[in-house]
């Protein structure tokens, strides 16, 4: 068994209901220079790497217009990560803690997002900066980050649409 299944003093794990799909597509894929949780950051930093997104075909002109916000919303699937924890015991802090009470990738339902700076767009790959998943991590969305899409931004932007 590997550290990363390992129980902490204080943890539990409970036993995993029959999958259901939810129906989720992968979009793309995230290329990072981390490999395993240990390497990652605990919170990526617009100063980080620089970081690809590859938007997998039919999704590529799903990108026109992103390089309009400087700031994108990155969601997706934490695929490595334990999903059975309801009881987690940070590493640093020594205390027991309700998984949904925690930003741990360790969840029921294993989707990250990050708000990424974006650096530019190279065909159907997105260079971002701010990232904090693991190499090959499935894609599932890309947004604008919810700040630059406000009524406000949008209006001083010109781009108000009929409600």
Known sequence: MSAENNLRDGELAVEMPAVRDAGLIFIGRIRTPWISREDAPRQGRHDGPVCRLEIFDPWVPALQGVDFYS????????????????????????STRGTFSLRSPVRPNPIGTSIVRLVGIEGATV????????????????????????????????????E
Do not use: M
Not at 143 to 160: I, M
């Open 71 to 94: 700031n994108l919303e990155v969601i997706y699937w934490l695929h490595r990560s334990r999903r059975d924890l309801v009881l987690q015991s940070p590493k640093k802090n020594g």
């Open 127 to 162: 260079l971002v900066r701010g990232l904090d998943c693991l190499d090959e991590t499935p894609l599932l969305d890309l947004k604008p980050d919810r700040c630059e899409f406000s009524p406000l931004a949008a209006q001083k932007r010109g781009d108000v649409e009929a």
